[in-house]
């Protein structure tokens, strides 16, 4: 599992670079690999920060619907808790984090993107939350996160409405922090997680703890609880013929 993600230190900045399938689709493997390689980073007293980027054009297109669609009702809570524990343990790394994306980022891939602290977008690429166009809410952990790392006025426009933007879009409604031309995201993410790092560690983990604790309280007291109401949608018969006609297209691409 760990080959979805590859992990390079370097002077004390790690890269985490998503090369799973289907473009980073988020399935069972990538979330194995991902969960693996932030406990290395948690294990190396030595990394000081960490680049979260990815191989080939797109950062991420959201989950993996081609692997999904096989599972029944216990494999996909099974699976939803797995995700949600691996983007938390993300989330709550007391090192800073800078996405680098890309390429574009939809759906669940804009959800990796937004666990960062720092998001550089490349021009150009797309960034949003589909999930309500599809028919399912966003996960309980996903809207918490969201309200804390978004400009407030727009929630209702990013989450209720599923739009993707770009450029100086994506600044404005906070999720992107800066734009980078493309093919330069990474090195403007590497030049500003340098000066992330260039900070007391401690005093920057601890801090960072405390600006996200009301979020990581608020989805470690609901999330189990609340993930019956994704189900409930995913399951539902127009969900599931919304998802079929998804994967038939992208089957004929």
């Known amino acids: 599992m760990i080959d979805a993600v590859r992990l390079d230190v370097d002077g004390g900045l790690a890269t985490l670079r998503l090369d799973g399938s289907h473009g980073n689709a ?77 390429g574009h980022a939809i759906a669940g891939g804009c959800v990796l993107g937004m666990l960062a602290d720092w998001r550089v977008l490349a021009r150009g690429a797309l960034i949003g939350l589909n999930e309500v166009k599809v028919g399912v809410p966003l996960p309980w952990w996903v809207a918490q996160v969201l309200r804390e790392a978004v400009a407030g006025h727009r929630l209702e426009e990013i989450c209720l409405l599923g739009r993707n933007y770009a450029d100086d879009e994506a600044l404005a409604c906070g999720l992107a922090h800066e734009l980078a031309e493309p093919g330069k995201a990474e090195d403007l993410a590497r030049e500003r997680l340098a000066e992330f790092a260039g900070r007391d560690t401690r005093a920057l983990g601890v801090t960072k703890i405390y600006l996200r604790h009301a979020a990581v309280a608020r989805i470690e007291a609901e999330d189990e ?21 998804i994967v038939e297209g992208l089957g004929r691409r």
């Open 26 to 102: 988020i399935n069972d493997v990538l979330v194995g690999g991902l969960s693996g390689r932030i406990r290395e980073i948690g294990r190396d007293p030595g990394v000081r920060g960490v680049m979260l980027a990815s191989a080939g054009r797109l950062f991420s297109p959201g989950l993996d619907l081609r692997e999904l669609t096989t599972y029944d009702r216990p494999a996909m809570d099974a699976f939803l808790g797995r995700f949600s524990r691996c983007m938390l343990a993300l989330y709550t790394l007391p090192l800073p984090v800078v996405a680098a994306i890309n």
């Open 225 to 245: 609880r609340r993930r019956g109401d994704f189900l409930e949608s995913w399951f539902s018969p127009p969900t599931q013929e919304r998802i079929r006609a």
